[in-house]
């Protein structure tokens, strides 16, 4: 009911900065929650940032002061400004959102993931 396509991931050295987004389409109603998640080789998913319809926001400790993340719930996309990124923040990103749709209960998407691979 809900897809979800991120879009901003790439290759960067470290100490650059990449700005990932993801836009999300259908019948939606309400936006709950949307975040990221990433997952490194050999390492399970984990948390990196989220935040509210109403703004409030979490992120990973490992993040904290580098990485944004910000939403536009008019139009239903979330982003992650990602600064002084290092060799550690490779890993593939998944955009997460719990969402109404049109005759539905809130439920979970998952994006397809985008790449970031940050190397010298």
């Known amino acids: 009911q809900v897809q979800l396509v991120e879009s901003g991931g790439g290759l960067v050295q470290p100490g650059g900065s990449l700005t990932l987004s993801c836009a999300a389409s259908g019948s939606i109603v309400s936006i709950y929650h949307m975040g990221w998640y990433r997952q490194a080789p050999g390492k399970q998913r984990e948390l990196v940032a989220a935040i509210t319809s109403g703004g409030m926001t979490n992120y990973a400790d490992s993040v904290k002061g580098r990485f944004t993340i910000s939403r536009d719930n008019a139009k239903n996309t979330v982003n992650l400004q990602m600064n002084s990124l290092k060799p550690e923040d490779t890993a593939v990103y998944y955009c997460?959102?719990?969402?109404?749709?049109?005759?539905?209960?809130?439920?979970?998407?998952w994006g397809q993931g985008t790449q970031v691979t940050v190397s010298s």
């Open positions: 997460n959102g719990v969402f109404r749709v049109t005759g539905n209960l809130p439920s979970n998407y």
